[in-house]
């Protein structure tokens, strides 16, 4: 299942739709909803953010992100909500905060990168509460381009919600409401199910091309095994396809997303990491390590470093 702007998509039964499609060209093509751009199809431009939101595999802790759907299987959004700027607000129905500030402070220029920036913003603010710096938000535009080279009054509209705006940056927005901890339209955490008893998920298109998505290591290494004749690949954020374009002729994908051993972290004499943590959720753990335990604080060298790798959305 995938939930989309409230409407929720049965993917199995879709099967016209090819194992490699991208979330953004579901989105474009498939559900029809030309808000969200595509430009670089490699994850670096930001045109194409959008956000997704769900039950943490592990955790089970609900949570919000941005991703680049240019590189996000639309296979890998099994159990998530996928929310793009059309559902944040629009002409009849009333914008967003975040959309309001953007355009009074003249930030849209041509308007075709503003879309990517919007959700960005969006999940940055949900995610932290609404408890950002200026130096927060300036952070987490690194994967974003304006080809207008507008890059001062988007910065500064997005600005004016942090907790330490400027009085300046105040008083361009006065008449504007205030930004909500989270968005009304957005409040609700209710999902139509909880994967987490599954142990296995299946789909097979027209072409015979299989997609897979294991929540084991046992339920992988079989999946390998049943595989190791034809050319298969494992699927975790498929940001490596940006860079590396992957083999046209692959037969099996197999999302690993969701295994619990390979996503789970410990603390003890040493530090140990699942091997499939998102970069995201590695330096948040390694901030806890730095700060709660003197011997870890080498672990903000690492942090520093983590934090040039990529950008936001890809390091999700």
């Known amino acids: 299942m995938l939930i989309l702007k409230n409407l929720i998509f049965n993917l199995a039964a879709v099967t016209s739709i090819p194992i490699d499609t991208s979330l953004n060209t579901f989105i474009r093509r498939h559900a029809n909803l030309r808000g969200t751009k595509f430009m670089c199809l490699e994850g670096g431009c930001g045109v194409c953010v959008v956000a997704i939101r769900g039950l943490h595999p592990i955790t089970r802790i609900p949570f919000i992100m941005a991703v680049n759907s240019c590189l996000f299987p639309v296979y890998s959004c099994h159990g998530l909500e996928v929310i793009t ?16 500030r953007l355009a009074t402070l003249n930030g849209t220029q041509c308007g075709f990168c503003t879309p990517g920036m919007v959700m960005n913003m969006f999940c940055l603010a949900e995610s932290e509460r609404g408890q950002l710096t200026m130096e927060e938000v300036e952070n987490a535009f690194g994967g974003h381009l304006c080809r207008c080279t507008g890059y001062r009054p988007i910065l500064d509209a997005f600005k004016t919600v942090a907790s330490d705006a400027t009085e300046r940056l105040r008083n361009l927005t006065r008449d504007i409401e205030d930004l909500p901890k989270f968005c009304p339209k957005m409040a609700s955490h209710k999902y139509p199910f909880d994967p987490i008893e599954e142990k296995r998920l299946f789909f097979k298109c027209k072409s015979g091309r299989e997609w897979h998505k294991a929540y084991n290591l046992a339920t992988l290494f079989t999946l390998m095994r049943q595989s190791r004749h034809k050319q298969y690949m494992l699927v975790a954020g498929n940001t490596a396809h940006g860079v590396y374009r992957r083999d046209p002729n692959i037969e099996i994908f197999i999302d690993v997303s969701s295994i619990e051993a390979l996503r789970t972290h410990s603390i003890g004499g040493y530090i140990e990491l699942g091997a499939n943590m998102t970069l995201t959720e590695t330096m948040i753990f390694l901030r806890r390590a730095a700060f709660g335990r003197p011997q870890f604080g080498y672990c903000r060298e690492l942090i520093r470093h983590l934090d040039l790798v990529a950008h936001v959305a890809v390091r999700n």
């Open 85 to 100: 700027v059309e559902a944040l607000g629009n002409r009849k129905a009333g914008y967003h905060p975040i959309q309001s």
